[in-house]
């Protein structure tokens, strides 16, 4: 894993529409994992400012976002499909978008459908990811199986908590989740973390040089073989490695840094 850790959020979403900008020119019909969430929105309108300039183009490009809440269409201002088109693609179109569908009549099917579509494209390159502060990735919450697939998920009264504020009231939340689960997580070629903030520092900390287990869902990717993970000083200051880790990004050779 190689663990980036920049001044402030607004270096930390530099640094990730680099690796975007990177991975979207060396191939053009690329197959992205998206999130949701406060933490993407840097990046996002980092990569729709790329591309107004001409420095990004994602139109040959596929995306499958990571999760949708059970219950609200695509049309709800708080579904994951509607914050998808206000921050990205109504700015940065890409020719093919998947959204688990939180309205599905039989979701065991929709979610298998949603991993035979992925292996259809492909498979994912370049998996973007949030880390919440219980260690989890995606909607996949403690306990979660580490081999786990597409499915749905009952979320913590911790996350209902922390996306209250999506909402006119807690009651509002919904309690479940469509989500990738961590083994389809695994599966992507590229996995890219993002986290910034001193909430987020534990949670880091246990993802990185804690022991991999299901109570920390992020700490399975110390086991993916390319996992980068981008934080804030905020967030690296439980990191007993992180000198360390400083100086490694400090002396990656030329071809490295892209």
Partial sequence: MEVIIKRDAEEV??????????????????????????TPLGLYKRLVAMARAGELDASRATSFNLDEYLGLPGTHPQSYAAYMREHLFQHLPVARW????????????????????????????????GLGS??????????????????????TAQTVADNARHFASPAE??????TMGIGTILDARHCLVLA????????????????VTAMVPASVLQMHPVCTLIIDEAAAAQLQRREYYQWVYENKPAWQRG
């Avoid at 991975?23 to 992205?32: A, G, I, T, W, Y």
């Avoid at 989890?136 to 979660?144: D, K």
């Avoid at 939340?173 to 469509?178: A, K, N």
């Fill in 13 to 38: 979403s530099s640094e990730a529409a680099a690796i975007f900008r990177r991975q979207l020119k060396q191939k053009p019909q690329s197959v992205l994992g998206l999130a949701t969430g406060s």
């Fill in 98 to 129: 998947h959204i688990p569908d939180g309205m599905a009549q039989d979701i065991p099917k929709h979610c298998a459908e949603y991993e035979a579509d992925i292996r259809a494209a492909g498979g994912i390159d370049l998996q973007l990811l």
């Fill in 134 to 155: 219980d260690g989890h990735i995606g909607f996949n919450e403690p306990g979660s199986s580490l081999g786990s697939r597409t499915r749905l998920k009952t979320l």
């Fill in 173 to 178: 939340v919904p309690r479940q989740v469509v």
């Fill in 196 to 211: 910034f903030g001193e909430r987020k520092a534990q949670a880091v900390a246990a993802m990185v040089e804690g022991p």
